[in-house]
């Protein structure tokens, strides 16, 4: 797309394989991120993880930890994690400083009662749903912002108004029920397999192989309808936590 000399110019300038003073602080206050795993076969999952200010611990300037709470039984990161060590982790901070911190990382399984052994000022927390099973530590490989331009700014509802979270729970209404209808139409589909689990689908038909000088042309003719409506480049970025 004609980016090279930015997204050099990004790694360069942005991307750290630490995580610097300003972005440990940043960590210590969020209380929630987003969290990408794969498995063997590399295929993907997404998940969300919450908790109070200070959840994410950071060791030091390469290692960080999060609790894992009770959950659904599924353990699908923690599955992914077992197979490829792999994550990538986007903390959000909607509320304050909209904006947005990229970690990438090796990380590895610790018991929580191995985990308080190595750090005993780990807190207890009071609310039994909350209290971690397992500690999921990362190794950080890189670190680099996330920009403000796209992520907007929300607010905080009074606790009267949203009502108390219900951390750890069974109770299938306070979990969201059947919200998307799955579980109610359950009867009428055959059960879910996984993809090795599941015959072997007929081979595609296998498509035309292109031209390649049509190919060219082509991405020739996007290049330039995208460097025609591209702004003009505003100059060298240093950022939130540079």
């Known amino acids: 797309m004609g980016t090279t000399d930015r997204a050099d110019r990004f790694y360069r300038d942005q991307v750290l394989d630490h995580l610097n003073s300003r972005m440990r602080e940043f960590v210590g206050r969020q209380e929630m991120f987003f969290l990408a795993t794969a498995d063997g076969n590399g295929e993907c999952d997404s998940t969300f993880r919450a908790g109070p200010p200070g959840f994410v611990r950071v060791l030091d300037e390469r290692t960080l930890i999060y609790p894992e709470y009770r959950g659904n039984g599924v353990l699908a990161s923690l599955g992914n994690l077992s197979e490829n060590p792999r994550l990538g982790i986007l903390f959000v901070d909607f509320l304050r400083d909209r904006i947005g911190l990229h970690v990438n990382g090796r990380a590895w399984v610790v018991p929580d009662e191995e985990m308080r052994v190595r750090h005993p000022d780990l807190p207890v927390d009071p609310v039994p749903g909350r209290r971690a099973q397992l500690w999921v530590a990362v190794e950080v490989e890189e670190a680099y912002i996330h920009c403000a331009k796209h992520i907007p700014h929300l ?13 750890g729970t069974d109770d299938m209404k306070r979990k969201g029920g059947d919200f998307f209808g799955a579980a109610a139409e359950a009867a009428e589909r055959a059960p879910y397999r996984r993809r090795e689990e599941a015959p072997a689908a007929p081979a595609p038909a296998r498509p035309r192989t292109p031209d390649p000088s049509s190919f060219q042309e082509e991405a020739e003719r996007v290049l330039a309808l995208v460097q025609q409506r591209a702004p003009a480049d505003p100059g060298e970025f240093r950022g939130w936590f540079g």
């Open 155 to 167: 607010q905080k509802v009074p606790r009267q108004e949203r009502g108390d979270r219900a951390w």
